[in-house]
């Protein structure tokens, strides 16, 4: 009896150590590989928006009360972009700061509040607020050029993120 408990004492830790343990430090990071994922995203709604916002180009202070209404629907999903945005880099740092302490986690929390910092101090949403601004004054041009500026700020976050092996690259155990 006493060979039979020990063996199951011993399949009890072994599925502890291999099963239980990697899913709880999995729980840990995977709101950080979520959080990335919606960077892509918001990357892709801004480029998406930006070449729509292509077809204002050289439409500046036209009277045109259907190009108006089309620039008061972009200036509003451009602001919800922003706002996402905004909301993503809080998530985020709200993220890596609930990190338990553990030196495994210790990269990946540093590389998440850089990134966040960076990402603030980018311009994107600054950028954003721009192209609002522009498609709220009526000019395409401009609303263009300020989209597709966020777009490629956005764009080369999201390039370093692919080739560092993203957020949840920095979290693999060695």
Do not use: W
């Not at 777009?151 to 060695?174: H, N, P, Q, S, W």
């Amino acid at each position: 009896m006493a060979k039979v408990v020990a063996g199951l004492n011993g399949a009890q830790q072994q599925f502890k150590d291999e099963a239980l343990e990697p899913l709880e430090y999995l729980s840990h990071i995977y709101p950080l590989i979520l959080d990335q994922q919606h960077l892509v995203q918001i990357y892709q709604r801004q480029s998406d928006l930006a070449e729509r916002l292509g077809m204002l180009k050289g439409q500046d202070n036209v009277d045109d009360p259907q190009i108006k209404a089309r620039m008061r629907d972009l200036e509003s999903e451009q602001g919800e972009v922003r706002e996402t945005l905004d909301n993503l880099l809080d998530d985020i740092e709200a993220h890596a700061n609930a990190l338990p302490l553990d030196t495994r986690l210790d990269a990946l929390k540093q590389t998440a509040l850089d990134m966040a910092s960076k990402l603030r101090a980018s311009g994107a949403s600054d950028t954003m607020q721009l192209a609002e601004g522009a498609l709220g004054d009526f000019s395409g041009t401009r609303a263009h050029a300020a989209g597709q500026r966020a777009a490629d700020i956005l764009e080369t976050f999201v390039r370093r993120c692919k080739e560092t092996g993203g957020m949840g690259g920095m979290a693999r155990e060695d």
